[in-house]
């Protein structure tokens, strides 16, 4: 019984393992399938992973240049903000310091640097300068304008030059960033239309930080605006030297003319006051000449033969004519210094004219001249000095008779134009010359004419009419063409 109890244990052990083991088996093959079933996903899972860390890099390196990208945009658009800047304040002066005093340290350090450095060469002694060394100080100044010099580097430097330690280099820019102190720099040659004027340069000693390209396109821009600043300040001060110098030269030249006026004011005063004093002696014996001829002609001192009477009626003319020079003479000379005062009243134009033609009368008869008097009832009243006035309209209408020929026409018109009294005496005579008209008025002076050479004259009546109305505050001119008869005008204030 037990045996048989063992056995059917036994029995249903086995068969239980044989079970398990089937089971198992069974279990293993379908875990074998799911494992590869799962590996499968895995190694899709992997591969997809993969694929996305692929992805994410190119994504970070991506944005990494965007990053940089946008940094130098950033710095260029600040940096063309700056140069903006810099070209209103070039555009708006002249003078070169002030002009680099806008690039200091905070212009450097805007176009993102911290040394920076403008060299200039005189025009004449090539002498080089620094008007502009941020983060430099003056000893370093002085050695880096010797190295300059010696090396002769803006005459050698002809293009923009990029220079950074990081890069592989020549000994000149490595030469350059030892002299500058700095591991990265740009430079550029200013140059304007006419020369080499120096250079600019910009850089750092910072390790992070490089000069770029873009710094070096910025750089050419600036050195351009400087080029053209420094011109301008050149030609500005040389216009303002011309002008200064001709300043200086306008100044001396009216002292002088000042002086020479004085002169010429002094010598004209001794000539009126000479004048004045023969024209007295003249006077005088002129006088006593006329009396005696005059004595002889009315035979008080026996019976004058018919020859003598002749001869001393032509003694009695001339006496008159040089009487007459001899007054004109003389009344120019007071009038000119003053002597002669107007005795200005109110007077009636067309009763003074009157008188005037009354006196030529003969004269126009003989000549057969037709002459016209138009002055309006209306016209207003003249204040002037009825006896110069009319020594005036003598002159004037005495020589419009001389120069019209037989049977001509003179007419004399006044009217008021802008508040004064305009007077013209117009004949249809010979006229002037056109060179002439400018020195009709001068005293002495006498064209050159047929009438002239017959009538003698001694060319003052037109400088006495001048003095005359010049002294009245009026004004004389005349109008005229040769063969087309001439126009006198002057004015006369209002009574
Ligand atoms: P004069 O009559 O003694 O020569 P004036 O001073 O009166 O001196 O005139 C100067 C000159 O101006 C005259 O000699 C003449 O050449 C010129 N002149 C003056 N009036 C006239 C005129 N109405 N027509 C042409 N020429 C004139």
Redesign the pocket.
Known sequence: MFKLNIGIVFAATSAIIVGAFVYLVILTEKQKKARGNLQRSLDKLKKAYDELDEQAKIIVKKDLELNKTQEELDKKINSLYTLHKLSKAISSTFDAEKLFSQIDKTFISELGFDKGLIVLASKDTKELSLPVAVGYPPEKQEKIKKFLSEKNILNTIRQPLLADKSLLLDAAKKELLQIFDLSSLCLVPIISQEARLGLIMIGTDLPYARVTEGDLEILSILSGQIAGGVENAKLYEELWQSHQYLEQRVAQRTKELASANEKLKKIDKLKSEFVSAVSHELRTPLTSIKGYAAILMAGKLGVVPAPVKERLEKINKHSDSLTKLVNDLLDISRIESGKVGMKLEKLNLKDVVNEVVDITAPQIKEKKIQLAVDIPGKAPACLADKVQLGRVLT?LLG??I???PEKGKISIKAREVEGLLQIDVR?S????GEE?LAK?FDEF???D?AI?QKIK???????LVKHIVEAHKGKVWVS?KLGCG?T?CFTLPKA
């Open positions: 002159n020589n419009a001389k120069f019209t004949d005579g010979i006229g002037i002439e009709i002076y006498r064209e004419n002239n004259g001694a060319g003052l009546g037109l400088s005229s001439a006198f």
